[in-house]
């Protein structure tokens, strides 16, 4: 049934005191809806797929650094300093024995699989181009050529080293163990034997004035042989006792030797201290791999993506399964790539929990599945749409943009539902279609631009503002997908509608009234009615929550926001539980790093100076690693003497000797043969001197001899020559040995100036990790990471950083700096959209004389804002990298509900209560089902893995919730006071 003309004249009315042009962009959009709406579809359609196409290759950039703006000094500094930086980042990998694998075992068989395993995997890494080195050892920036025990060398143990070698020096001085002489002991016998027997055959024909002269001679060979026995004799009773002692000695020798050795090039010398080489865990049960790749973490997701899955190929490649090993990752790669797979997996779950939540919402509300389903097209469409744009402006989305598609899925379905509302509205007027989408669009259609270009403006205002990259993109994503949204919805839907009419009702009469939607009327009147209660209520609950609301403060980042559930958090957790030096595998964001020109006295001053803050444990400098000027003096003089000794002459002395007296109990039967020549000549030589001479005394002294020599032979037969042979050939292959080592350990010494040399002119290896391409130290300082996370603490510890040496660089920074760059765009975007939002409202609703209305608006909004922020403080709920976002969203959203309702009470005059309840009566519905949409896109973020979406998603929640709360109520109830008072 057509309306009434009065009714008609109205409305024609009310047209025209629209703007002209509003008028004519909507009127014509419905033309052409009605003219072309299959090609309206298909050109919706055909733009979709385009969209989705282009969205293969999106990325989500979910590092910090790529939120600050370029040309920020803190990201300039990083990138001057990169090569500093890479030297603190590494990926790794915890090889562990499964739990069933830890019974009883052989000691040792663990570790020997961990290491085995290590290996294999450390062989298959380093032929990777983009890996520079993986290693399970502890690694302490060696220095080459210089000995590191020796500068802790004690006077003690120097002094003790120079005994030692005294000793050997005194030993090799003392007489040969069988005798003076070296020569064979046969050859010396046999020789006075023939000197004694030519002097007897000589007597025969000596005369007489030669006899005393050959006398003397034969006293002199007899003294001789006096001498040469008694020797013997004591050298062959004494010879296993001091061969006893030479091996006591040698054996202490050679401990100081070791000790030595250790003081110079340590080694170790267990099988425990070989463990300490490794990074193995308390209980050798883990074991620990570093891998290095050539590039910084911070370089792209798509480099740190590639290093991490080549890794994690590689480890099942090994099938260490099956050796009944386990593994994990850790790092700042792999933590950015497993981040980025959350954000992905939390954004398509999101999408699709607010598309699923807002249908299902959609169809309660409207009481009917068809038209909620063509409602949906086209803010899926523009949620395309705005992606693809997203992925060609920026290349991708970010920690801050990732979980837009459920919020603009949430922000978008309002259209929707505004539209089909006003449409259903329309036809229980038993309208036909096209006339109802024909009033729909000029009347419900200016409301909804209106309330699209507030809400674009606001966000697009964000984005002007803002300085980082990250809000600025949110605030142009946001606002396209807006403006997107409703602009789809009225070229889209109503195309959509007219196609579907058509296609389904071809033949069919139109039912004459579509089901009618859920009524609020009754909402509306006790709004109206219990105004004064409603308006006294919220200013009370508003003072009541100002405290709470003093309380909230800036948290932007802190650990209760880090994704825990992520396998290297695991791994991180265990490391610390398990292993006892988190600072040889530390994470890059516990370190800041100083920039000090490379002067020696002003680097260990800083250092110093450094150690004294309490957040500080550990500082590690190139001049960490090399004494100081004065203990370098002392050392020098050590060096010098240390060079000065000479223990291997003796050494080889004492080794020589030791052969020759192996040689001479290799002639122990020639020997007792000669003996026994010697014997009977001189029992035969007694009696001629006796017959010759008369000399008794002289021929006495022959027997004696004699007695002697046969005394020797027997002692000589009694010997074990074999037996000692073999113990002196022992000794002598470890006296040898020894000459050996202390031969390399002398030749090891280094010269007394290596130490000036090395501070003068450090090795390659060493001045990439200390010192910057333009000639500064590097200074690392292992910071506590409760100072990092609590953000007083955290400016307490710049400020004392910064009082100690202004040039320091820290992960940390990137979230400070962002910080005070997201609390800056805070107050400039909140203040913009207050700008925005009274520029908008005047001009729209001034005409009407709803200017009054307009500032009651943003009263409304104001007071939405407050209980907010007085629930968060309440709940101890902070802003953060997230929720900081949503002021300007929710003072756009809170704009939306007034502007829906202001322009409904224009329509029914804008003058009287009874147009603000019938006003709040036909919008209340879809108010509350854009509210209850926007809320499931932003309630669909507290199922998200990531705690930062979580909180986010409580915080929107929360102040949509008031917002609408008191849109409905407080807004309506003041407008009903006023115009009660006219």
Not at 517 to 533: F, I, Q, T
Not at 661 to 686: I, T
Not at 971 to 976: C, N, Q
Request: aromatic residues 6%.
């Amino acid at each position: 049934m057509p309306p009434r003309p009065r009714a008609r004249a109205r409305a024609r009315v009310r047209v025209r005191r629209r703007p002209r042009l509003r008028l004519r962009l909507l009127y014509g959009v419905y033309r052409l809806d009605r003219r072309a709406a299959g090609w309206v579809v298909a050109a919706l359609v055909a733009l979709s797929a385009a969209a989705l196409l282009s969205l293969r290759d999106l990325t989500v950039d979910s590092s910090f650094s790529g939120l600050l703006p370029e040309g920020d000094p803190v990201l300039e500094k990083f990138r001057k300093y990169e090569g500093a930086l890479r030297e603190t980042e590494s990926i790794t990998v915890l090889l562990r024995l499964r739990e069933r694998e830890l019974g009883p075992e052989r000691p040792g068989a663990g570790v020997a699989r961990l290491l085995g395993a290590a290996q294999r995997l450390v062989e298959r890494l380093e032929a990777h181009p983009e890996i520079t080195k993986a290693t399970y050892r502890r690694e302490q920036p060696a220095l080459p050529a210089l000995p590191v025990n020796l500068l802790t060398m004690s006077e003690e143990s120097l002094q003790a080293l120079k005994r030692a070698v005294a000793e050997l020096q005194s030993a090799s001085k003392r007489p040969s163990l069988l005798g003076a002489t070296e020569r064979p002991l046969p050859d010396v016998y046999a020789q006075i034997n023939q000197a004694i027997e030519e002097l007897f055959s000589g007597l025969a024909v000596f005369n007489p004035p030669k006899l005393a002269e050959a006398l003397k001679t034969l006293k002199t060979h007899l003294e001789n042989v006096r001498a040469l026995n008694a020797e013997l004799v004591r050298a062959l009773e004494a010879l296993p006792e001091e061969l006893e002692a030479a091996r006591r000695g040698l054996d202490e020798l050679d401990r100081l030797v070791r000790s030595w050795q250790s003081a110079l090039q340590p080694r170790p010398s267990s099988a425990s201290a070989a463990d300490e080489a490794y990074l193995l865990s308390r209980d050798k049960r883990a074991l620990l791999v570093q891998v290095y790749p050539r590039q910084p973490a911070h370089l792209s997701l798509e480099y740190n993506r590639k290093i991490v899955q080549f890794i994690r190929r590689t480890l099942r490649e090994l099938d260490l399964s099956a050796q009944g090993i386990e593994w994990g990752m850790k790092g700042p790669y792999v933590f950015s790539v497993e981040t980025d797979d959350v954000l992905r997996r939390d954004m398509n779950r999101t999408a699709l929990i607010t598309l699923v939540g807002v249908f299902a919402l959609f169809v309660i509300v409207l009481k009917r599945l068809f038209y909620p389903l063509l409602a949906t097209l086209p803010v899926l469409a523009a949620l395309v749409v705005t992606l693809a744009a997203a992925n060609w402006a920026f290349g991708g989305l970010n920690l801050l943009t990732a979980f837009l598609p459920a919020i603009v899925l949430g922000l978008g379905i309002d259209y929707g539902i505004q539209f089909i509302s006003h449409y259903l509205e329309e036809r229980q007027g038993a309208r036909r279609p096209a006339a109802a989408l024909r009033a729909t669009m000029l009347r419900k259609g200016n409301a909804m631009l209106v309330a699209a270009l507030v809400t674009a403006s606001v966000l697009f205002g964000l984005s002007a503002v803002s300085r980082s990259p990250g809000l600025a993109q949110m605030g142009v994503i946001l606002g396209l997908g807006v403006l997107l949204s409703c602009l789809f919805t009225l070229v889209g839907l109503p195309a959509l509608v007219l196609t579907a009419v058509g296609a389904l009702g071809r033949g069919r009469a139109a039912p004459a009234r579509p089901p009618r939607p859920w009524d609020l009327s009754g909402l509306a009147r006790a709004v109206v009615r219990g105004r004064w209660p409603i308006v006294v209520g919220a200013l009370l609950g508003s003072v009541a929550l100002l405290g709470p609301a003093q309380g909230v403060r800036f948290a932007f980042v802190t650990e209760a926001l880090m994704p825990t559930d992520l396998q290297s958090q695991r791994t991180r957790a265990y490391i610390l539980e398990h292993f006892d030096f988190e600072r040889e595998v530390p994470d890059p964001e516990n370190y800041f790093l100083f920039f000090v020109p490379d002067d020696e006295r002003l680097v260990r001053r800083v250092a110093r100076a450094l150690l004294q803050i309490e957040a500080i444990d550990e500082v590690t400098s190139y001049y960490s690693f090399i004494p100081p000027p004065r203990e370098r003096e002392a050392i020098q003089a050590r060096l010098q003497q240390l060079r000065a000794l000479d223990p291997v002459g003796p050494l080889q002395e004492i080794a020589r000797r030791l052969r020759a007296v192996q040689a001479q109990l290799g002639h122990r039967d020639a020997l007792l043969d000669v003996l026994g020549e010697l014997e009977e000549q001189l029992r035969d030589r007694s009696d001629e001197v006796l017959a010759a001479t008369g000399d008794a005394e002289l021929a006495r002294e022959l027997r004696d001899l004699a007695e002697s020599t046969r005394a020797l032979r027997e002692r000589v037969e009694r010997l074990d020559a074999t037996a000692l042979s073999d113990r002196i050939q022992v000794l002598r292959v470890d006296v040898e040995a020894l000459v050996e080592r202390v031969r390399a350990i002398v030749a090891a010494i280094p010269p007394p100036d290596v130490l000036d040399r090395l501070v003068e002119n450090p090795p390659p290896e060493i001045q990439k990790r200390f010192f910057t391409p333009d000639g500064k130290t590097i200074i690392y300082a292992h910071v506590q990471p409760e100072w990092l996370w609590n953000s007083v603490k955290y400016d307490r510890f710049i400020h004392q950083i910064s009082a100690v040496w202004g040039d320091y660089l820290g992960q940390p920074m990137i979230r400070a700096t962002l910080e005070r760059y997201m609390k800056q765009d805070f107050w400039r975007s909140t203040g913009l959209a207050v700008l925005v939002i009274l520029l908008v409202l005047g001009l729209e609703f001034a005409r009407g004389g709803l200017l009054g209305a307009a500032a009651v608006s943003l009263l409304t909004i104001g007071l939405g804002y407050l209980w907010l922020l007085g629930t968060m403080g309440w709940l101890g709920i902070d802003f953060n990298v997230a929720n900081v976002l949503i002021s300007p969203l929710l003072i756009g959203l809170g704009v939306d509900n007034c502007v829906y309702l202001l322009a409904r009470f224009r329509d029914f005059g804008g003058r009287s209560v009874g147009a603000i309840e019938r006003a709040l009566a036909s919008t209340a519905l879809p108010i509350l089902a854009n509210t209850l949409a926007t809320m499931i896109g932003f309630g669909s973020l507290m199922l998200a893995e990531t705690p930062v979406l979580r909180v986010l998603g409580e915080s929107a929640v929360m102040g949509i919730g008031f917002m609408t709360l008191l849109g409905l109520t407080f807004l309506p109830a003041v407008l009903a006071l006023g115009a009660a008072r006219r």
